[in-house]
């Protein structure tokens, strides 16, 4: 371990430029790889030349100005409701006892992936739903399911709310960091003393000062509220389907000819998601312009009574929502006969498990090995990183930040197409290592961005006291860097193994089709099988990285029980 | 691996052998018939004639079923081994619909009075695309023409009759024939609920092993129509560049002895009707079929009726492509 250690921090700008290769590689390859055949070429299909017919194709196909039309408008709804009723509630519950609770909450809707959620919610508002069967007969009247499309609906409703159960508790999250980081309870007084109204003295003062830090994750959201795939196979309309869904139903088409409309559709969506982001940064600069003369005019007031009461409630709806969707998918799958309009099954029994325990145990390995790999080869990097930028000085310009977070805001579909016709001709395709590095693209930005502030916050004179007792650089990062960033270290790790543990697409491309985790068999599943196994597989899914968090909650916890300073803030 | 569609692992076939993988290929074993059949057979990306290199090819019942050497008026010519049956059925909830319907006419009066409690899966879906050749075959001024490539001047009168008859239908399905299952085993947690009464399967035997699943009510069961139901056989085949060529035909092989036939005869297991001809088997395997439980929700033989071949693979591409412009956009 220590040579390891010395041996990844000795040249440590190289291993950070092999570190953006690894990453950037895959995602630029992709990128070529999905543009070429959308303008023709693709020697191995025949597409020895360059020409527009993929997009003749893409254009022709029946239904594509809905898909379109679908995607952009559940993609910025989802993204606006998510952005106001995060913002909404820090506003309206800052200083009250409901926002230490709702952060309570957080970590358990983050980890739970979003397929496992968005199974677990429609389970709660399809027609035959908890919901439904909570309220019939005795207010309905409903003996059966009544003909309605909550789920799967037309207008898009159930993706939009479906991704507001986890952007809004997300972007929450990454509000709380960013306040953390900014005088805000000082700033708020201030203005409250100047007569400003809570609510109003929050959107004047504070929301300025931390929104630099909200722009990059509200536009990981948008990016992936537009392009999100397994959610809106779960939730969305069939027929037409949003864009990506339908991209993907001709990659898998027998007819391979569809492979080219399918990458000018995936261009098409990288396009979409550009101008969606362009469309965010003229917003910022309109609500910029606005703001500040809002702002300069003084006004006072904002006591926003009707807010301070609607935003936790819409909140903590939202919170309530999802824990329903978790406690329905653990029921179903040990429920009995369990007809509609039944509030509860009428017994619970293992059957389900026990019948399935074979078909899961291999998706569940699989989704355990390559959230771990990932996890540790992320961990390393940027430990590898963390410690390079400390001993030397350095810091990540806006560059490097942005290049990490490129695979979260290029549309994961624009570049995995590519990156899988390259992963064949490296005969990589289907391995468990394309899997894993494939996973990595994802869970390193995640891993880094957890890590990354903990890290930087950290004390340097330990250090400094361990270097002057005569200990070398390796020996202060291994006894009293690691020791202290111990819990920070396990929630980067369990923030990675969630990450991991939800990625459907990636899982998807670049293992073929052959490798299967509990993400891709449930999705599958999701199609219309017996809910009680679809509980089974969802359920599974989502105590994987619930059990990580729990993990990295107790193992500092345990370890230091008798350090009074190590505790938890 | 797990595919939500065989067309998945024909594309991946395809894939492999634009990128010039001529051997070590990522699939042995392809369950497979219909256009994916076609394909596969017209690109030669199949492996063989594999059929009669297998020991128990013998006992297929070729006279009886020739759905087993024809797949959808396509020659198999040995490329694809039969492994079972599969015939079009309707499952009803007998508790709501206590008398079964006889034709598909009937079923376009009865979902009239009965708003909301039919469908058919989505016509991607090849289940929901035999749902259109199933009235096809009721509707069509002459059924003979189904068999041959379909053209212009016998598809006209053939598909007026039958969109005519959907126009009828449609708005009375479920969700107003606006959205559909997107699949057959789709349709059944909707009957459980009680959103469905009336659904179409492919399997004669489906109702009764997703009763002892609990995935259907006890009440569920199954008819057919009075003028003979579609049925087709499910094949297995061996794409050219597998990497497990011996594997996959002894697999193959195993699939259609008597004692793996029965099994997957046994409306416990999957239900899955035989491809055998029972009468050429030795009596010992005789006899394990003869032992299989008998279940009230399941057709079997006579009742079943002889299947009605399938369609050339041409009607089915004109219906799904007219459908969706008529209903797609």
């Known amino acids: 371990m220590g040579t390891a250690i010395r041996g990844l921090s000795r040249c440590c700008a190289p291993r950070r430029r092999w570190t953006l290769a690894l990453f950037l590689g895959p995602v630029l390859a992709g990128l070529l790889g999905t543009l070429l055949p959308a303008f023709g070429w693709l020697p191995a299909l025949g597409g020895a030349a360059l020409s527009l017919d993929p997009w003749r194709g893409l254009l022709e196909a029946p239904g594509l100005a809905r898909a379109v039309a679908l995607t952009v408008l559940t993609g910025l709804a989802a993204t606006l409701i998510s952005f106001l009723l995060a913002m909404g509630f820090c506003a309206a519950a800052q200083g009250m006892r409901a926002f230490r609770w709702a952060q309570a909450m957080l970590a358990p809707v983050l980890a739970t992936p979003h397929a496992a959620l968005a199974i677990g919610f429609a389970f709660l508002i399809a027609p035959s739903g908890w919901v439904a069967r909570w309220i019939s007969p005795w207010a309905t009247g409903w003996e059966r399911p009544p003909d309605v499309a909550t789920v799967r609906d037309e207008a898009g409703l159930a993706l939009v709310l479906g991704l507001v159960l986890k952007e809004a508790p997300y972007l929450l999250l990454m509000a709380v960091a960013a306040l953390g980081q900014v005088p805000a309870a000082q700033a708020l007084r201030v203005a409250r003393g100047l007569g400003y109204g809570p609510v109003m003295a929050w959107l004047k003062v504070v929301l300025p000062m931390i929104y630099p830090q909200l722009r990059l994750p509200l536009r990981a959201v948008l990016a992936f509220s537009l392009s999100v795939v397994d959610v809106a196979v779960v939730l969305g309309l069939g027929q037409p389907p949003t864009l990506a869904v339908l991209v993907l139903r001709w990659l898998s088409d027998r007819d391979l000819a569809l492979w080219f409309p399918a990458a000018a559709g995936s261009v098409l969506l990288l396009v979409l998601v550009l101008a969606a982001l362009a469309l965010l940064s003229a917003l910022e600069g309109v609500a910029a312009w606005l703001g500040r003369r809002w702002v300069e005019k003084g006004a006072r007031g904002g006591d926003a009574v009707l807010l301070r009461g609607a935003a936790p409630a819409l909140f903590g709806l939202a919170l309530l929502a999802s ?227 729990a993990l990295a909650a107790a193992i500092p916890a345990l370890l230091h029980r008798n350090r009074r300073g190590m505790r938890a803030a | 691996m797990r595919l939500r569609d065989t067309s998945e692992a024909v594309a991946r076939v395809v894939a492999e052998k634009a990128a010039g993988r001529a051997s070590g290929g990522s699939v042995d074993l392809i369950w497979i018939n219909g256009p994916n059949f076609l394909a596969m057979k017209e690109q030669g990306l199949l492996f063989g004639p594999v059929l009669d290199r297998l020991p128990n090819a013998r006992f297929v019942d070729r006279e009886g079923k020739p759905a087993t050497v024809v797949d959808f008026t396509v020659p198999v010519e040995g490329l694809a081994v039969p492994w079972r049956m599969a015939q079009v059925v309707f499952i009803h909830d007998a508790a709501r619909v206590p008398n079964p319907l006889r034709s598909m006419a009937a079923l376009a009066e009865w979902a009239r009075a009965h708003p909301g409690r039919t469908t058919h899966p989505n016509i991607r879906n090849f289940l929901g695309v035999t749902f259109l050749k199933q009235a096809l075959y009721e509707l069509a001024p002459d059924r003979g023409a189904l068999l041959r490539p379909a053209t212009e001047s016998m598809l006209r009168p053939a598909a007026e009759a039958l969109w005519a008859w959907y126009d009828r239908l449609r708005p009375h399905l479920w969700r107003g024939g606006r959205h559909f299952p997107e699949s057959g085993p789709a349709q059944r947690p909707l009957m459980l609920d009680g959103e469905l009464d009336i659904f179409i399967s492919f399997n004669p035997a489906e109702a009764a092993v997703a009763i002892a699943n609990g995935q259907l009510p006890e009440t569920a069961r199954t008819f057919v129509l009075e003028g003979g139901t579609i049925g087709n056989a499910s094949f297995l085949a061996i794409p050219f560049n597998a990497a497990h060529v011996a594997a996959a035909m002894a697999t193959a092989d195993f699939l259609l002895s008597a004692e793996a036939q029965a099994r997957a005869q046994d409306p416990r297991v999957l239900g899955s009707p035989t491809v055998l001809d029972l009468a050429a088997l030795p009596p010992e395997d005789r006899a394990r079929f003869a032992a299989l439980p008998a279940s009230p929700a399941m057709l079997t033989g006579a009742a079943l009726g002889r299947p009605l071949e399938e369609p050339h693979p041409s009607w089915m591409t004109r219906i799904t492509a007219e459908w969706e412009r008529r209903y797609g956009g």
């Not at chain 1, 078909?359 to 590898?384: E, G, K, Y």
């Not at chain 1, 000085?393 to 994961?412: E, F, H, K, T, Y």
């Not at chain 1, 693209?441 to 995640?446: A, D, I, R, S, T």
């Not at chain 1, 916050?457 to 202290?484: E, I």
Request: hydrophobic share 60%; aromatic share 8%; glycine share 8%.
């Open chain 1, 323 to 549: 824990a329903l969707a978790m406690a329905g998918l653990l029921l179903w799958s040990f429920a009995g006969p369990w007809r509609f309009p039944e509030t509860l099954p009428a017994a619970l029994t293992s059957a389900t498990w026990q019948r399935q325990v074979q078909a899961i145990t291999d998706p569940a390995r699989t989704t355990l090995a390559v959230a771990v790999l990932a996890t540790l080869i992320a961990l390393a990097l940027v430990l590898a990183c963390l410690e390079a930028e400390s001993r030397h000085g350095l810091r990540p310009g806006r560059r490097v930040m942005a290049i990490l977070w490129l695979p979260l805001l290029v549309p994961q579909l624009a570049f995995l197409f590519g990156w899988q016709v390259l992963l064949v001709r490296l005969g990589l395709d289907g391995t468990l290592v394309a899997v894993v590095w494939a996973h990595l693209l994802f869970v390193l930005p995640y891993v880094f961005l957890s890590l990354a502030d903990p890290w930087r916050a950290m004390d340097p004179r330990q250090a400094r006291a361990a270097a002057v007792l005569g200990a070398g650089p390796c020996r202060v990062f291994l006894a009293v860097k690691l020791p202290l960033m111990l819990r920070p270290v396990l929630v980067a790790a369990a923030v990675g193994i969630a990450v991991s543990a939800g990625l459907y697409l990636p899982t998807l491309f670049a293992g073929a089709g052959r490798v299967a985790t509990l993400t891709t068999e449930a999705v599958t599943l999701a199609g219309g099988a017996d809910r009680r196994i679809l509980g089974a597989y969802a359920t599974l899914q989502a105590a994987l990285p619930l059990l990580a968090y």
